[in-house]
């Protein structure tokens, strides 16, 4: 994790994409017909991955935007680290299916974004942090209208478990890219 992280922090998304092409390939030589990415933040390289790779990808984000689709939400927000809220692979994917896709404020994505990595990463669950996360996602209900929040990071569902919060359905990307996954293979 923390190589793939120092090569997005460098921007060095062409050492990432052959870093995760070099395990995709190990994988393929071993017979898997299928890969995923089992994280949000190295879907910004998806793409170019998917191109090159040996066997077929499944997204995470497409996922994720299938499920919401399902859902009929038009509005959603996205909580994870910085790099999958700042990036675009979320808004591409999204908004080719007509949903919007909010994200919090500058401010709030620095604090999700430190607590992601020094605290939920880490297997730390503090009260006060989902607290904070919580009136995140109320202050994004009521000023931005979201209709559901995307749980864009994988460690998110230790500290947000429930499926909704004040009416707002949370769309644990992990659980989603799972099921997808096993949906495919059973096909």
Do not use: W
């Amino acid at each position: 994790m923390k190589k793939m992280l120092d090569f997005i922090e460098a921007n060095e998304l062409a050492k990432l994409t052959d870093y995760i092409l070099g395990e995709v390939q190990k994988l393929a030589k071993a017979g898997a017909s299928l890969g995923l990415l089992a994280s949000n933040s190295p879907h910004i390289v998806f793409d170019e991955l998917s191109r090159q790779s040996p066997i077929p990808l499944l997204s995470i984000v497409v996922a994720a935007c299938e499920a919401t689709k399902k859902l009929g939400l038009k509005r959603v927000g996205l909580l994870g680290t910085r790099f999958s809220m700042q990036g675009r692979f979320y808004p591409d994917v999204f908004s080719g299916e007509g949903i919007k896709l909010i994200t919090p404020g500058v401010e709030e994505q620095v604090y999700i974004h430190d607590k992601y990595m020094n605290e939920l990463v880490n297997g730390i669950i503090i009260p006060e942090t989902r607290e904070r996360l919580l009136a995140i996602v109320d202050r994004l209900k009521e000023r931005e209208g979201i209709e559901g929040l995307i749980l864009g990071g994988t460690e998110l569902p230790l500290i947000l478990r429930e499926e909704a919060y004040g009416g707002i359905p949370f769309l644990d990307t992990t659980r989603i890219h799972v099921e997808c996954a096993v949906a495919q293979m059973l096909t």
